[in-house]
């Protein structure tokens, strides 16, 4: 799941953006000072960063220049939240090395599409551009899904089941794990949802191959070429 970090001291503000982030169906951290924030960045390691400019102790711009000079954290897209809309403000901002600025007061919807854009951007959040499993290859950037030549057409639904089994082969993934991961917190789902759509996914992969996902009795559903398969 993808994290949200807001280190803003306005609490309305940061109320407001909370909110909206979690009905969005991202994870929300939020700090108020510049002190913590450092911190916890370190050990959360977010996925982007929306970084307010005033703040109590540190300022974002000191944050951000930190945070650019640690290397575990220095990818971590910054978006910076400020009441300043000059020029030289936002100059200054990106030379401190934030990837975006978005000047208060902002649109919800707005700030939602920049970070979208901004978590696109970030390199570290797409380490590979493919993954391989036998005769099965997902190619995550055009988000297609093949089996040998063939083009498997996959609902968004079994494309997000299959990459979170790709992502790991061999791994046992619980039902419950699956439906947080790949549905979200915030649906209520049945667990048994989980079998309907592996049976969807088993359907389109199995129409080129043997069938590579495993179920796991009383536990959940793993891909790998284990040959002593349980399914039904
Ligand atoms: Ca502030």
Same mark, same amino acid.
């Given at each position: /799941?993808?994290?949200? /970090?807001?280190?803003?001291?306005?609490?309305?503000?940061? @109320? @407001?953006?909370? #909110?909206? @982030?979690?009905?969005?169906? #991202?994870?929300?951290?939020?700090?108020?000072?510049g002190n913590k924030a450092m911190s916890s960045v370190e050990k959360h390691c977010p996925s982007v960063i929306l970084l307010d400019w005033m703040l109590p102790e540190l300022s974002g711009i000191e944050i951000?220049? /930190?945070?650019?000079?640690?290397? =575990?954290?220095? =990818?971590?897209?910054i978006i910076m939240l400020t009441a300043k809309g000059e020029e030289e403000d936002k100059i200054k901002g990106l030379t401190a090395g934030a990837d975006d600025y978005v000047t208060k007061p902002f649109s919800v919807p707005e700030l939602m599409a920049r970070i979208k854009t901004n978590l696109r951007r970030a390199p570290e959040l797409l380490p590979e551009k493919e993954y391989v499993f036998e005769d099965i290859r997902m190619d995550l950037v055009e988000r297609k899904v093949f089996r040998g030549n063939n083009y498997i057409h996959l609902g968004p639904t079994e494309f997000r089941l299959l990459k979170m089994l790709m992502e790991t082969p061999g791994k046992v993934f619980s039902r419950e794990f699956l439906l947080k991961n790949v549905w979200g917190n915030n649906i209520f789902v049945e667990s048994r949802t989980v079998d309907v759509h592996i049976r969807r996914l088993r359907k389109s992969l199995n129409e080129y191959g043997p069938d590579y996902i495993r179920t796991v009795r009383a536990t959940g559903y793993a891909i790998d070429n284990n040959i002593q398969q349980e399914n039904e």
């Open positions: /799941m993808t994290t949200v /970090m807001i280190i803003e001291d306005e609490e309305a503000l940061g @109320l @407001l953006l909370k #909110y909206n @982030l979690e009905k969005e169906g #991202y994870q929300v951290i939020w700090e108020t000072s951000c220049k /930190m945070i650019r000079n640690k290397p =575990d954290i220095k =990818d971590i897209p």
